[in-house]
C-alpha cells in the first residue's frame, strides 16, 4: 500500500479572552436557537457561573435552563442521566457546557443522543461498543471550559466509563467537535492547586503525544471515506503543540503555587486551547491509552481538590503516571522529536547522558514540583495489577495505532511496571 499524502484539520469557532462568556447569547441567537440547556456539574455551579451565563442567554431573549447533575469523570450511567433530561424537557435547540472535559463531554453525549436514536453503548467505540455513526446532524454546542487541560472543547472525542466492565472508552466522531469554544480565563481561578496540576499535565501529554505521534507520511494511504480526526502529527498540528509547551513549562507551576496569578491563569488557558488545537487532530498515544484503565480500575485513590468520598485518578493525573516510561519507549522511533520536547519544556535541565533520558527527567522533575504522585503506585496499583492494567489498555487501539513505535502487550506491561514509582 502507497504511504498517505494527505492530513487534515479541524477545529471549532474560537473566543478567547476575559469576558467572552458574555457574548454567548449573541452567538446562540445568531445560530437561530430559543432553548438552551446549560450543563455544569455541581461544583463548578457553586462558582456562580453557570447561573451568570443562563442570565447572559437570557439577557439576549433565550430561554435558558441548568443542568448541574454532570459527573466529575463521567460514566455511561451519568451520561444516560444526562442524556434522559435532556430529553424529558426538551426539545432544546442548542447546548452550552461550562466546566471541565467531563462537562464538555457530557454536553457532547447528551448532544448526539437527542439529534439521533439509540443508546449511548450504540455509539461507544469498538470494541466496547457498537461504534454506530450519527445519521442526523447535531444542534449547536457552545463549550466553556473552566479547567486548563482537557482540551475537550476543540476535540471529536466523548470520553467515559463503563461501570459494568471498569473500562475508560469513549466515542469519536467529527460531529461531535463543538460548534464554538469560549476560553474566559476568569472561569480557571477557582480550580483546587491539583486540579491545576492534573489538568495541567493532560495539556503538557496532548501537546507531546501529538508531537511525538507517527508522522502523517507514516500511515498506510486512505480513501475518503476512510479518514479520521487523529490523521497523526503534520505541521499545523506541530506548530500548535511547540507552542503549548513554551507556554506551559512556567505558567504550570506558577498557576499551582500561586492560583490568584492571573497572567499564569491565562497563559495556561491559552496553552489549553494550542495544545487541544494540536492533538485535537494528530491525535495521542500511549500515555493516554495507559490513562484509560489507571482511571477505570481504581479502588480507593481519593485525589485533593475533588469530590470527597468517591476514588478517582483524575484524566490529566491518569495521563501522566506513564508518560515518562512512555515517551521512553517510543525515542527511538524519533529521537529529535522527543528531544525537541525535552528542550522546549526543560531549556535548563541538563541533558542526561543517555537521550532517552532527557525527556522522561524533565517530566519527573515537572510532576514533583507540582506535586502529582509517584507514580501508579502512589495511586493503589502494584505490579500485580499490571495485566489487568495491560488489557484495558489494550482496548484503545484507536490510541496505540497513533504511537511512533507500536507496543506489544509486554511492551505496555514493562511501561506500567517502570512507573510503579517514578522517582
Known amino acids: 500500500m502507497p504511504n498517505e499524502t494527505v492530513f487534515t484539520y479541524g477545529a471549532p469557532a474560537l473566543k478567547y479572552g476575559p469576558g467572552a462568556c458574555e457574548e454567548i447569547g449573541y452567538d446562540l441567537t445568531q445560530a437561530g436557537a430559543r432553548r438552551v440547556l446549560v450543563l455544569t456539574d455541581p461544583q463548578v455551579a457553586a462558582t456562580g457561573w453557570p447561573a451568570r451565563i443562563a442570565e447572559g442567554l437570557a439577557g439576549y431573549g433565550l430561554h435558558a435552563e441548568i443542568y448541574d447533575g454532570v459527573h466529575i469523570e463521567p460514566t455511561d450511567v451519568s451520561m444516560a442521566k444526562a442524556v434522559d433530561h ?49 445519521g442526523n446532524p447535531l444542534k449547536p454546542l457552545v463549550a466553556v471550559p473552566t479547567t486548563t487541560g482537557t482540551g475537550a472543547e476543540s476535540t471529536t472525542v466523548c470520553v467515559l466509563d463503563v461501570l459494568s466492565l471498569k473500562v475508560k472508552t469513549g466515542i469519536s466522531h467529527l460531529r461531535l467537535r463543538p460548534t464554538l469554544a469560549v476560553v474566559d480565563p476568569r472561569l480557571t481561578v477557582s480550580q483546587p492547586a491539583m486540579v491545576t496540576a492534573a489538568s495541567g499535565m493532560d495539556i503538557l501529554c496532548h501537546a507531546a503525544e501529538s508531537y511525538t505521534s507517527k508522522f502523517y507520511t507514516d500511515f498506510e494511504q486512505k480513501k475518503p471515506e476512510q479518514r479520521v480526526p487523529y490523521c497523526g502529527a503534520n505541521p499545523i498540528s506541530d506548530m500548535f503543540a511547540e507552542r503549548a509547551l513554551v507556554l506551559l513549562r512556567d505558567s504550570l507551576p506558577a498557576a499551582v503555587e500561586n492560583g490568584e496569578d492571573e497572567r499564569a491563569r491565562e497563559n495556561l488557558a491559552l496553552a489549553a486551547t494550542f495544545a487541544g488545537l494540536g492533538f485535537g487532530n494528530a491525535g495521542v498515544h500511549i500515555p493516554h491509552a495507559n490513562a484509560y484503565p489507571i482511571a477505570g480500575q481504581v479502588r480507593d485513590f481519593v485525589p485533593a481538590g475533588y469530590p470527597p468520598g468517591e476514588a478517582l485518578v483524575p484524566h490529566g493525573m491518569a495521563v501522566s503516571l506513564t508518560a515518562p516510561e512512555a515517551f521512553r519507549f517510543t525515542f527511538e522511533a524519533a529521537p529529535e522529536r522527543h528531544i525537541r520536547v525535552a528542550q522546549l519544556l526543560g531549556p535548563d535541565v541538563e541533558r542526561a547522558g543517555d537521550d532517552a533520558d532527557y525527556l522522561p527527567a524533565v517530566l519527573r522533575r515537572l510532576m514533583a514540583r507540582i506535586g502529582i504522585p509517584d507514580g501508579i503506585g502512589a495511586v493503589g496499583y502494584t505490579e500485580s495489577d499490571v495485566d489487568s492494567l495491560v488489557e484495558g489498555a489494550l482496548k484503545q487501539q484507536r490510541l496505540l495505532a497513533g504511537a511512533p513505535r507500536t507496543p506489544t502487550a509486554d511492551d505496555l506491561a514493562g511501561i506500567f511496571r517502570r512507573s510503579v514509582s517514578l522517582w
Open 86 to 134: 435532556a430529553r424529558g424537557t426538551g426539545p432544546w435547540d442548542a447546548f452550552v457546557a461550562v466546566g471541565g472535559g467531563s462537562t464538555i463531554d457530557t454536553a457532547k453525549a447528551v448532544n448526539l443522543l437527542t439529534s439521533n436514536e439509540g443508546e449511548l453503548m450504540d455509539y461507544v467505540n469498538p470494541p466496547v461498543g457498537g461504534g454506530r455513526a450519527p
